[in-house]
């Protein structure tokens, strides 16, 4: 099944005043169904859930059908197992919060030195308790997590390894499952960042086994909101965060105060638009797989916007690319950093921003792997797509890429 472009591209309103949006990896436009969805709950049904009157029940199914959505979309094995919060940054710090009693003095944790920092700093943190927070660097040859790597960092005082399902800066797609096998044959659990793999490929939490992982909607079609997956026996054993008289009730006791209700709801219209990229009507637990045809077309779509990019860099003497030479969908995403001798990341995108191309520089919170590189402060050049880019998009950016570098 190939994508269908004008389908994609009418379902997303900004996408019609001409402007070529190619930093997603820092925000995507925002579906129809999304924003319709989110307008109708703020007009028809602002009210507070968990009263017994019509309209809050209508409001409380409305948002509870949000909740089933991001469970359906990450592939959780049941509802209660996905925590909404406001960020990825927030619910990696709440979940570091409730696991710290489960930390001695002494346990290890492994972060990357390629992630951004919302998956590194709340786990530094835990150092004031004792724990050893090592350094899992990324191969700057392969531009890839190397198992062997880990291997070497790994102890029996190793609780939690950290990593990204997706770098949103060099785009190296991990293999999350078999990483977390791997991690689990030693005894240590997993928290993976997917807010740079979700607008891209499929996720499969529960199959993959992996302990938490965590998404922001607002790179995948969708609003400011985030989820965070836990294994339901992981989610049992946290510290309540909440008040004290919700006691242990999952996934409430992770989520301190309401959640933004409107735009919990508007997670439907992701949902929705994914599966009409499959061709189906309605998507559930049950028929989610479906979904595949939908990320397939997705996947083969972003190849080819990829390979035209590369194509062109590969020719630019003085360009070094700042990830891997390769477009293959099952290896990175199309986010593609570089930097150019003798050119400064800031003037270049300076210049592409007067011809209404959205691309971007700097470091993207990614400051470990930037200043590893040696390249702050302005650090990269990062055009980030998603599939609603187009091919001509990206010959529109390589030919004002050509008078600039
Ligand atoms: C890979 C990655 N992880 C985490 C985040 C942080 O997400 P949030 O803004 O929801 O905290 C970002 C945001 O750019 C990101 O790209």
């Keep these: 099944m190939s994508l269908n472009l004008d389908f994609v591209r009418s379902q997303f309103p900004a996408l019609a005043d001409g402007f070529v949006y190619m930093d997603n990896a820092g925000g995507s436009q925002v579906l129809q169904s999304v924003g319709d969805r989110i307008r109708d709950h703020l007009l028809a049904t602002p009210v507070q859930l968990g009263a017994s009157y019509e309209k809050s029940v209508e409001a409380g199914r409305r948002v509870a059908d949000g909740h089933l959505a991001a469970a359906i979309l990450m592939g959780a094995a049941r509802l209660e197992e996905v925590v909404l919060g406001s960020s990825a940054t ?78 949103n800066v060099i785009g190296t797609l991990h293999p999350v499952e078999d990483l977390t096998r791997r991690i689990h044959e030693r005894g240590a659990k997993v928290c993976v960042d997917g807010v740079a793999y979700a607008p891209h490929r499929m996720m499969n939490v529960a199959a993959w086994d992996v302990d938490y992982y965590v998404l922001s909607f607002y790179k995948m079609y969708g609003p400011h909101i985030s989820a965070l997956y836990g294994k339901y026996e992981h989610l049992e054993k946290l510290a309540n965060i909440n008040h004290f008289f919700l006691g242990d009730v999952i996934p409430y006791k992770l989520q301190p105060g309401n959640l933004n209700f409107e735009l919990t709801y508007g997670l439907t219209g992701i949902l929705d638009y994914l599966a009409r990229l499959s061709n189906c009507e309605t998507i559930g637990f049950a028929n989610r797989d479906q979904l595949a045809q939908g ?16 194509a062109y860099l590969r020719t630019v003497p003085g360009v070094h690319l700042i990830g891997l030479d390769d477009s293959s969908h099952d290896r990175r995403v199309p986010t593609i950093s570089f930097v150019v001798e003798g050119h400064d990341s800031q003037t270049i995108v300076e210049q592409v921003d007067r011809h209404r191309i959205g691309i971007r520089f700097g470091d993207f919170y990614a400051r470990q792997l930037i200043e590893s590189l040696d390249l702050l402060p302005n650090g990269v050049v990062r055009v980030s797509m998603v599939h609603y880019n187009t091919v001509e998009e990206v010959q529109r950016l390589i030919g004002v890429l050509d008078t600039v570098i």
Aim: net charge negative; charged share 20%; proline share 3%.
């Design 295 to 310: 990320y397939e077309a997705i996947a083969v779509h972003e190849e080819q916007l990829s390979e035209v990019l590369l």
């Design 90 to 167: 927030q619910l990696v710090s709440n979940l570091a919060l409730a696991m710290r009693g489960q930390f001695q003095p002494g346990d290890e944790v492994v972060v990357t030195n390629v992630d951004h920092q919302a998956n590194i700093e709340p786990w530094w943190r835990l150092e004031k308790e004792g724990v050893v927070v090592k350094t899992w660097p990324v191969n700057t040859t392969t531009w890839s997590l190397e198992w062997d790597d880990l291997a070497r960092l790994l102890t029996d005082r190793t609780k939690l390894a950290c990593f990204s399902n997706a770098s």
